[in-house]
């Protein structure tokens, strides 16, 4: 028998009950701390319990980082999968650097209202640059919910509280997040919006607009262009061109690299190009 332990005996009875479980036994009767319930072969005992806190989140594990040169192809449609909330992703990083970032390109084709809920991320670092078309979110403590379009990128700094409320046809964005394995969360208690006020996680801050507003949100953790750290690209445009350790690589629209740290790199074309450390 599954015992199951409850702060409400009441509300997981009637949950119980609503599934079409029946009662085989209350225990004791004028003070019930036990209730056995079963539908067919499946028996369960709800045992009432004092309520406590949710445990906390576990600390966040960062895999030490496995530098490596990547090139991603973009191949047409192949590599695209369908993730949370109906979105479309691709995997820009498939080597993930040895789980230290996942870089990944996502899009809503139809666009419209998406069937997202307030969650935070338990992340070292997330950014996300919107590529082409436009998406509407709401932050916590951010004020009223607002439109972040193509050419502008959002910090979101460590478990901050946010919801994406929906998008236009085409919307696509690239995301990048270390480590590339972590948890999302959802926060069944904040209502977004939840107002306005300065703050921030850690030594990040909340940053929506120019990319050259990414290195002071992100403590120096992401910044636009060169620098010291793993080089990131993403085509945005035509064709680009990749000059690294004595190799040339003719890159097209949507295909992606990463450079280890310290690796010297020229890039020419109309690319996204940040320095993640
Ligand atoms: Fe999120």
């Known amino acids: 028998m599954l015992e199951l332990r409850c702060p409400d005996l009441d509300a997981a009875l009637a949950t119980f009950e ?26 369960v005992e709800l045992v009432r319990v004092p309520a406590e806190p949710a445990p906390p989140p576990p600390p966040l594990d960062v895999p030490p980082l496995a530098p490596a040169l990547v090139v991603t192809r973009a191949h047409g449609e192949a590599g695209w999968h369908t993730g949370r909330a109906g979105m479309q992703y691709r995997d820009l990083i498939p080597d993930r650097l040895g789980g230290w970032l996942v870089a990944s390109h996502i899009r809503i084709p139809d666009g419209g209202p998406v069937p997202d809920y307030v969650h935070f991320h338990a992340i070292r670092f997330q950014i996300i640059y919107c590529r082409a078309g436009w998406v509407r979110l709401v932050y916590e403590d951010q004020g009223e919910p607002f439109v972040m379009r193509a050419g502008e990128v ?8 946010h919801r994406v409320l929906e998008s236009s046809p085409g919307l696509e964005v690239i995301e990048l997040s270390c480590p590339a394995v972590h948890a999302t969360y959802a926060d069944h208690e904040l209502a977004l919006p939840s107002g306005r006020r300065e703050r921030a996680w850690g030594d990040q801050r909340f940053h929506c607009g120019a990319l050259a507003g990414l290195a002071d949100a992100t403590g120096g953790l992401v910044r636009a262009g060169h620098g010291d750290g793993v080089g990131f690209g993403f085509v945005l445009e035509g064709r680009a061109r990749l000059a690294t350790g004595g190799q040339t690589f003719d890159l097209e629209r949507d295909d992606a690299f990463a450079i280890p740290p310290g690796q010297p790199y020229e890039a020419s074309g109309e690319l996204l190009v940040l320095t993640v450390r």
């Open 18 to 43: 609503a599934l079409g479980f029946r009662v085989d036994a209350v225990i004791p009767a004028d003070d019930p701390q036990r209730i056995a319930v079963s539908r067919g072969d499946v028996h």
């Open 154 to 161: 959002v910090v979101q700094p460590p478990t901050i509280r």
